[in-house]
């Protein structure tokens, strides 16, 4: 059997099994049935939803046999053919959110949920298939370079980035601490800058809390990721031993680009229980809530203040919307960034992931923030001298309602 045929059974196995999982997890027993065929290699999916189709692979395989035979550089690699064939496949949905990670990058964004990676520090998103900065992350490379919430990056290393997709961005942007990357960044209308940042380790906690005295606290949640649930508990639990008397809290989600959904439910239990933190919308337009637990330590405290910005995406606009919807919460800055999308992230056994938007979010109001973001209810800009004489006029702003009331 030649290398070739030998791949060609391995796709074909890692499709039926991907298929496989794919059909299970939205559709149960969905009778699934896979056929292989030669000459040329079909599979016939049957019982797909919505509807019975036939899917003809011998156009993929005829330009792979003439690739891996005529291409100048032999021999290619089958492995980046493979990852390359599949990326594509998942771009072609057109969703910005639902993409295929090689290993590494898969390996990268893993650690960077759990708080530790090496980078620049900085979340991207896609804004009009221009690259941009979401957020740069407390204490790192990118926010000590000056990086700010929707910078565009127009090019890494010299190469363009128009089209670029973020898992592209993502894996040249990465690299081995004490590396360097060049951007050339543009920060509104002004004109475009080179920065060369040099790679670090990047290890942030997600949640850290300030005693503001006058009976505030100030919690910071820079991301929902794996150690936050725990972090969260360990702020509460130090809140509510360290301070005699509690009146407002400042919870701030700027630049907080998301992570897990379940996080920001579970904080929102702190302050309410048993009632919608979010409604999931499916592909038939079913609307499911998902209801906060008991609610906890911080449900008689009668002030709830969320600073928001550009930056703040996913998890981070769920939490906000939960906390104005079910407890009055004043959501203070600027209006948040706008992912109104749910995403399942699936590990496969060579380390590669997919992550694919599974269902839309609505507030408990049920509004779809999608690409339009969330309004606060006290506009408070940050301009960019604020920043550079270390001031800020929205947790100035959050502070001075506090006092008031």
């Known amino acids: 059997m030649s290398p070739f045929e030998k791949f060609q059974r391995f796709l074909i196995t890692i499709l039926i099994a991907v298929g496989f999982f794919y059909g299970g997890y939205y559709f149960g027993k969905s009778g699934y049935i896979f056929e292989v065929r030669k000459n040329p290699p079909k599979i016939e999916i049957k019982n797909q939803y919505p509807g019975s189709k036939e899917v003809d692979f011998s156009l993929f395989w005829e330009v792979w046999d003439i690739v891996s035979k005529d291409y100048l550089e032999r021999p290619v690699d089958a492995e980046k053919m493979l990852y390359g064939a599949i990326q594509g496949m998942v771009s072609s949905l057109g969703?910005?959110?639902?993409?295929?990670?090689?290993p590494a990058i898969n390996k990268n964004l893993n650690e960077q949920l759990d708080g530790k990676y090496q980078g620049i520090g900085a979340e991207l998103g896609q804004k009009d298939n221009q690259l941009i900065i979401v957020?740069?992350?407390d204490g790192s490379?990118?926010?000590?370079?000056?990086?700010?919430?929707?910078?565009?990056?127009l090019s890494i290393e010299d190469e363009m980035t128009i089209g670029m997709s973020i898992t592209e961005a993502v894996a040249k942007i990465r690299g081995d601490a004490g590396t360097e990357v060049k951007l050339t960044i543009q920060t509104g209308a002004d004109a475009p800058r080179e920065?060369?940042?040099?790679r670090d380790i990047i290890k942030i906690a997600s949640v850290s809390w300030k005693d503001m005295g006058e009976g505030t606290a100030y919690i910071r949640i820079s991301r929902f990721g794996g150690e936050t649930n725990k972090e969260w508990d360990t702020a509460v639990n130090e809140i509510s031993v360290g301070m005699r008397?509690?009146?407002s809290i400042i919870i701030d989600v700027r630049g907080n680009p998301g992570g897990y959904l379940l996080s920001a439910a579970h904080i929102s239990s702190e302050f309410f229980g048993g009632k919608p933190v979010l409604y999931q919308e499916d592909a038939t337009g079913n609307q499911t809530p998902?209801?906060?637990?008991?609610?906890?330590?911080?449900?008689?405290?009668p002030r709830i203040y969320v600073l928001i910005d550009g930056g703040s995406a996913s998890a981070s606009e769920i939490l906000a919307a939960a906390l104005k919807a079910q407890v009055n919460a004043k959501l203070i800055g600027t209006k948040s960034f706008g992912k109104g999308t749910i995403q399942d992230a699936r590990d496969f056994g060579d380390g590669s992931g997919v992550h694919i938007t599974i269902a839309k979010w609505l507030t408990p109001d049920k509004v779809w923030v999608h690409k339009v973001g969330i309004e606060p209810d006290v506009v408070v800009e940050v301009t960019e001298q604020d920043i550079k004489d270390l001031k800020d006029p929205q947790l100035d702003a959050a502070l001075e309602l506090a006092k008031e009331l």
């Open 290 to 301: 998902l209801n906060s637990d008991t609610a906890g330590s911080f449900k008689d405290v």
């Open 245 to 247: 008397e509690l009146d």
């Open 141 to 153: 490379p990118a926010k000590a370079a000056g990086l700010l919430p929707g910078d565009k990056i």
């Open 195 to 198: 920065v060369a940042l040099r």
């Open 135 to 137: 957020a740069p992350l």
């Open 95 to 102: 969703d910005p959110y639902t993409s295929f990670l090689p």
